[in-house]
């Protein structure tokens, strides 16, 4: 065996198999309990390898394929092959290493427990080394080694998981549910690790790529620059403990804990105590039940900490768990203090900041990104000047202008709009006057001033408040076509078109399937545009998806909104005078008006008092 011996060879930490007695003293867990299992005992491992850029490749939603590629500082030959045995690690050595954990992994299970339950392909190569070493292990069983020409670093193929586990295999969900969980995995380790480029590819497209930036950056990407604009910094510090991070405004609080981030040591844990200090340091600006988005950094000795309590669980305890919840209590409180969260809706600078950029919603945003880089379209590239502009013309009141969870966070701020809209409300008198204007907006008066309605976004809420009904109470409204159409769709599309079908049925689809991959489709909702079906379809389906990888996880209301989305008017559609006048009726039909299901609003108002005040006119001075 030539090894060419070098200064980081002799350094790197040898791999060694735990005593008995340390191993005996870590919580034993079942590793691997589904792909993102595997996706995650990986990564962590290129972490800890001290990569700097981790790529993750999954096909089929790692049912058949993970592979995650690092250069790091890979393994020798003797180490490779001791890296599959049970308490292999290079980690930690001896029983007092447990109190100094400073990696992700130490327990040195998971290259041993993944390769029990999949075929194993390793390539890895140390700096030091001119030849790297090619594993593979087969359920446990060693195939081969051989020497083979590789890149600096490891490279890892997990295929065919629980393929000698029919039982297992059986129970893992749908591709949509385990690929939620290998992104959100994915997520919290490109938030933390925002050091680290992170490339992510799912069956042959380049999902993500991330290059090496901040934590606010980061946020941009999976939340939005809106979302990005309106956070709280926090920051608490003393000689034993300091947290920093962000927190979300109140009205961007969710019914699901989703976005709740605690990094301690940059390892992602849950910490029951410090979600409550959290929610008790938003006092009554948000409701029971409602989780606030926060990310925070906590930095302790680890001797403090006790990571072993939940080995798969993510649970952590402290051992001062009281100190850490009063800290983290007023740091909230603290932040939330300096900012006034008032509703208050009138709009101000028209020209120089659109609504439109207030009311976006980040996780559309950031899915729709995401999506556009899997259907082959040009990577949109995060340059400084995307992430400072509008953070200039950031106000603390135009916060509360950013809306996600629209069907009940929005009702409460805007509760207090309806009194307005009564008192200037659309003149309802026979002579109502509409116009429209470039085929987009439609411009009608109102009593102290002009209404701008976007004719596709309202249009929008009134399909997808009538879509939210049909799926509730199962009252579809279909028309039948003349001559049913048969779709040939992908295989994808068929399945999720398959598991759709009780609500698309509900919204008024009548779809059969036909062959292992076409549907034949008899009737279509009212609203959708004979000849138009099979493009509504793709697009309902396309827009699904990129509801069903964000943290939007509610099928009706993802299934509602894409095809609220897809079967609106369009900017550019000409409308008659009844169809604007309808559309108007309609829209005040609506529960909420206001904004459109992505969080967007529907019309603005312009007032006669802000038109006097722009031509520089005031009420009691003429010039
Ligand atoms: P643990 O991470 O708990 O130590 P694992 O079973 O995940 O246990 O890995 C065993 C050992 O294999 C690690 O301690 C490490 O030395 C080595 N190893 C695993 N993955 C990598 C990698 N990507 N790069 C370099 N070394 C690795
Ligand atoms: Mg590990």
């Not at 101000?348 to 950031?366: G, M, Y």
Request: charged share 30%.
């Amino acid at each position: 065996m030539v090894y060419i011996i070098t200064k980081e060879r002799i350094d790197m930490p040898k791999i060694k198999i735990l005593p008995e007695n340390v191993a005996s003293k870590i919580a034993a867990g079942e590793v691997v309990q589904r792909p993102e299992s595997v996706v995650k005992e990986l990564l962590e491992n290129s972490i800890d390898a001290q990569s700097t850029h981790i790529t993750l490749i999954i096909k089929d939603a790692g049912k058949t394929l993970i592979q995650v590629i690092d250069d790091g500082i890979g393994m020798t030959e003797e180490d490779a092959m001791l890296a599959f045995q049970r308490h292999s690690t290079s980690k930690i050595s001896d029983i007092d290493d447990l109190e100094r954990i400073t990696t992700l992994g130490f327990r040195g299970e998971a290259l041993y427990s993944i390769a029990a339950v999949s075929r194993v392909e390793l390539k890895t190569k140390t700096n030091g080394m001119e030849l790297g070493t090619h594993i593979s292990i087969e359920g446990g069983k060693f195939i081969e080694q051989r020497r083979v020409n590789c890149e600096k670093g490891t490279n890892i193929i997990v295929k065919n998981l629980f393929f000698n586990v029919p039982a297992r295999r059986n129970f893992l969900k749908s591709n949509a549910t385990e690929f939620k969980h290998i992104y959100d995995t994915f997520q919290r380790l490109s938030l933390s690790y925002t050091n680290l480029r992170f490339t992510f590819i799912d069956d042959d497209k380049l999902v993500i790529d991330l290059p090496e930036s901040s934590i606010e950056k980061r946020i941009q990407f999976y939340f939005g620059e809106s979302f990005l604009d309106s956070l709280i910094p926090v920051r608490f510090e003393n000689e034993n403990l300091k947290v920093w991070g962000y927190i979300g405004a109140p009205h961007f609080a969710k019914k699901a804990k989703g976005q709740q981030f605690l990094f301690l040591n940059n390892r992602f844990v849950i910490n029951k105590s410090i979600s409550h200090a959290v929610y008790r340091g938003y006092e009554h600006l948000i409701e029971k039940g409602e989780y606030p988005f926060y990310l925070f950094f906590i930095n302790l000795d680890p001797k403090r900490i006790d990571v072993n309590v939940h080995p798969s669980k993510l649970e952590v305890k402290f051992d001062d768990e009281n100190l850490i919840y009063s800290s983290i209590y007023s740091a909230v409180k603290d932040a939330l203090s300096t900012k006034d969260f008032s509703p208050q809706i009138e709009l101000k600078e028209l020209d120089d900041f659109s609504a439109q950029t207030r009311f976006k919603n980040p996780i559309v945003e950031a899915s729709g990104f995401i999506a556009k880089e899997i259907y082959g379209q040009p990577k949109k590239e995060l340059t400084e000047k995307d992430f400072t502009s509008t953070q200039k013309q950031k106000s603390d009141k135009e916060d509360l202008f950013i809306e996600t969870d629209i069907v009940e966070k929005t009702k409460q701020i805007l509760n207090s709009l309806t009194v307005e809209y009564i008192d200037d409300s659309v003149e309802t008198n026979v002579t109502r006057q509409v116009w429209q204007l470039h085929n987009k907006y439609i411009l009608t008066p109102i009593k102290n001033g002009l209404m701008i309605i976007d004719q596709h976004i309202a249009h929008e809420r009134i399909l997808y408040e009538k879509a939210i009904q049909s799926i509730e109470n199962a009252i579809p409204l279909s028309q039948q076509l003349l001559f049913p159409q048969t779709i040939e769709l992908s295989k994808p599309d068929f399945e999720l078109v398959m598991e759709l079908k009780e609500y698309l049925e509900k919204i008024g689809f009548d779809l059969k399937p036909f062959g292992k991959s076409a549907i034949i489709i008899n009737g279509i909702p009212q609203d959708v545009k004979q000849g138009k079906e099979k493009e509504v379809i793709l697009d309902i389906l396309e827009m699904y998806r990129e509801f069903a990888m964000s943290s939007i996880n509610d099928e009706k209301d993802s299934l509602a909104k894409s095809f609220a989305c897809k079967s609106a008017i369009k900017a550019g559609d000409p409308l008659t005078e009844k169809e604007m006048l309808s559309l108007i009726d309609n829209l005040f039909a609506c529960k909420i008006p206001y904004v459109c299901p992505h969080g967007r609003p529907v019309f603005i108002k312009l007032t006669i008092d802000e038109l006097d005040r722009r031509f520089g006119r005031t009420t009691n001075k003429e010039f």
